[in-house]
């Protein structure tokens, strides 16, 4: 089964809707990271987060990560079309093994 | 300040013919790696290069070789190209191997036919 499953695959929102994208890990998270990637393009980092019950915000995109659950969320408010993009979660393994684990990705459209 | 380049952009290949995908970063970063993106699936880490003068193996290695032929460059060979390696390839970089953002090019899309 895959290591990092986000949810849902794919979201269509109109213009001005907040949104969730989730991701759950099934192995433990000493590092979560949210990079967007549009579509032939390449990836551009969101945040990283490292501790659990950790939150941090960049305008209107907000990242939770529940370490115990082994989850974490990306939350966009009043969504723009400009924030259109594949959402990808990605995993950093744990001690001295930094290799990054990706999730297969969000499409999100928003419709104007 | 370009970030991380890479070349080509496209590339279309024969089976059984070989080529190396460039790359090179301006950020003065000390790893670098390399990625397949392949449809239906996240991507995975090629190779990966924590610091110069190293290189190490990541999760789908064969086929490819590599080079970090200095602080700022990073190349993949394909030796033998097989269909199988038709994908998109990226090039990254981190500051340094550990908890750090890596930058990614954007990438090169390989056709295998």
């Known amino acids: 089964s895959q290591e990092l499953e986000q949810s849902p695959q794919s979201l269509i929102v109109q213009e001005g809707k907040n949104l969730t994208i989730n991701c759950t890990s099934s192995k433990t998270l000493y590092g979560l990271y949210w990079y967007k990637q549009k579509y032939g393009e390449g990836l551009i980092f969101l945040m990283m987060?490292?501790?659990?019950?950790e939150e941090k915000s960049h305008e209107k995109i907000t990242a939770k990560l529940d370490e115990k659950k082994q989850q974490s969320s990306l939350h966009i408010t009043a969504s723009q079309p400009s924030h259109a993009g594949i959402y990808l979660c990605v995993r950093s393994g744990g001690g001295s093994n930094y290799k990054l684990t990706f999730g297969k990705g969000t499409l999100l459209t928003v419709n104007p | 300040n370009a970030g991380v380049t890479q070349t080509p952009k496209f590339q279309v290949l024969k089976t059984g013919q070989s080529m190396t995908l460039q790359c090179a970063q301006d950020?003065?970063?000390?790893?670098m790696y390399w990625y397949r993106q392949d449809p239906g699936m996240g991507l995975r880490l090629i190779y990966y290069s924590a610091s110069e003068g190293t290189t190490d193996k990541g999760e789908v290695p064969n086929g490819y070789n590599v080079s970090r032929l200095n602080k700022r460059e990073f190349s993949l060979r394909l030796e033998s190209a097989a269909p199988s390696q038709t994908s998109v390839y990226f090039c990254?970089?981190?500051?340094?191997?550990?908890?750090?953002?890596?930058?990614f090019g954007p990438g090169t899309r390989l056709t295998v036919t």
């Open positions: 990254a970089s981190s500051e340094l191997w550990g908890p750090y953002e890596q930058y």
């Open positions: 987060l490292q501790k659990g019950g």
């Open positions: 950020m003065n970063h000390n790893s």
